[in-house]
């Protein structure tokens, strides 16, 4: 019998009507979680980005008034509940008009354009093998994801408190001190896995080995640290720290497996917003608690971090099944071959039960990884996997939208739309 979370999924997909992830999940959790502040409940967004038609301009028990009530909760950030508020199908459908939204590469180059020259500069030492590996992949090359988002979103609350547009020394640290974490947090990745592949090339334990790749992640971990403490910034060291614990916290989430099916689901879920939706979403808060005292404020920049990043996550589960390894520059199928059920592979489950012990073994035995792989793409897991990265996307976009109009807002707003649509 498929699990209360599943089995709405697949009533969403079919039907495209208005109603409430949130309820869902309060059921199966058989939990509440606190509720809509009535500040939040009584404040409108501002109007809606060019090129967007979506109707923002009220709260989710505005929109759907036959599926919200007095009792509807939503949940905030610290509850760890990562679920998004869904919007009807029709949300989306109209989001393109002949006004094109700003582009977000374009628009944050020039705050990235030394970006990599600055982070070499951190990690400068004398000896010349550490150096060599500190620098392995700053190397230009990556998507700098992260920081886009740290600088964008810096610069459209800087418009919001009336301030000028330009950053901060303290926010753009922040887009340095982010990508060096997430570049930290990969090396160690390939160590924990045995990658010998990333970015399109051998990986630094690949080449260098274990333990000095190991001993390459922490100094750049340590270096990041370094250059969080000279913000000077209490509250911001505090909000980036949390970073570091729940990337570890993750780690060892991803080391097991659940049982029960709905628990799984919601470890799956927990451990995504741990190991990469954090690192997006403190990172957005550091920026914003640098220009105001509002917590709404930081609420508005932290939820849009979070719907973000674990889009992004699900859309890289979903590529490993549908990108070949040369585009993706690491080997396809690789969360199976790590013993990972991931997105495609939970909602595949519900239509082909012979996963289930497959996944509790890790895709260990003989056959496993070819015999998912083939379940995979039999199913609609593929398909419920992007409708809910693009509920999570239409959540972060509703959050961004409470901001006053910038182009860097705008900018935000399309990347929700690249973040869907991406190939690699």
Not at 259 to 279: G, I, M, P, Q, V
Request: net charge positive.
């Amino acid at each position: 019998m498929a699990c209360p979370w599943l089995r709405q999924c697949r009533r969403w997909s079919a039907n495209c009507t208005s109603t409430s992830l949130l309820e869902t999940v309060r059921h199966f959790n058989g939990r509440s979680v606190p509720p809509f502040s009535a500040s939040s409940v009584g404040r409108t967004s501002w109007s809606p980005a060019p090129g967007s038609e979506r109707q923002l301009s009220a709260p989710p028990s505005q929109m759907h008034p036959k599926t919200f009530n007095s009792t509807t909760y939503l949940p905030r950030h610290n509850s760890r509940l990562l679920t998004p508020t869904l919007q009807s199908c029709r949300f989306r459908q109209n989001l393109h008009t002949d006004v094109k939204l700003k582009d977000p590469f374009t628009l944050a180059q020039k705050d990235l354009t030394n970006l990599y020259d600055d982070i070499r500069k951190e990690l400068f030492v004398s000896k010349e093998e550490l150096k060599s590996l500190c620098d392995y992949y700053f190397d230009g090359k990556g998507k700098a994801i992260r920081p886009m988002i740290v600088v964008l979103m810096a610069r459209a609350l800087n418009a919001h408190s009336n301030r000028s547009g330009d950053l901060l020394p303290g926010q753009r640290t922040i887009a340095m001190i982010a990508e060096m974490i997430h570049t930290a947090s990969l090396v160690h990745d390939d160590v924990i896995d045995g990658s010998d592949q990333r970015r399109g090339k051998r990986t630094i334990n690949g080449l260098w080995g274990e333990k000095k790749a190991i001993l390459a992640g922490d100094f750049i971990l340590s270096t990041a640290s370094m250059a969080m403490a000279r913000i000077g910034d209490n509250t911001v060291v505090k909000v980036m720290s949390q970073v570091m614990e729940d990337l570890v916290r993750g780690e060892f989430m991803q080391l097991g497996s659940k049982e029960n099916e709905n628990e799984r689901f919601k470890h799956y879920l927990e451990k995504t917003f741990k190991k990469t939706a954090s690192l997006i979403a403190n990172s957005c808060k550091a920026v914003c608690v640098q220009v105001t005292s509002d917590p709404e404020i930081h609420e508005i920049a932290y939820k849009y971090g979070e719907n973000v990043g674990i889009a992004f996550q699900l859309v890289d589960d979903v590529l490993d099944f549908t990108a070949g390894a040369s585009h993706l520059g690491k080997p396809s199928a690789a969360d199976l071959k790590l013993g990972l059920a991931t997105g495609p592979v939970l909602f595949a489950c519900q239509q082909y039960p012979e996963l289930h012990a497959m996944i509790m073994r890790r895709f260990s035995s003989k056959g496993d990884i070819d015999r998912a792989w083939q379940y995979v793409l039999q199913s609609d897991g593929v398909q419920q996997t992007k409708y809910l990265a693009q509920r999570y996307c239409d959540e972060a976009i509703r959050q961004i939208s409470m901001l006053r109009p910038s182009a860097e807002r705008d900018a935000l707003i399309r990347l929700t739309e690249m973040v869907l649509t991406r190939d690699k």
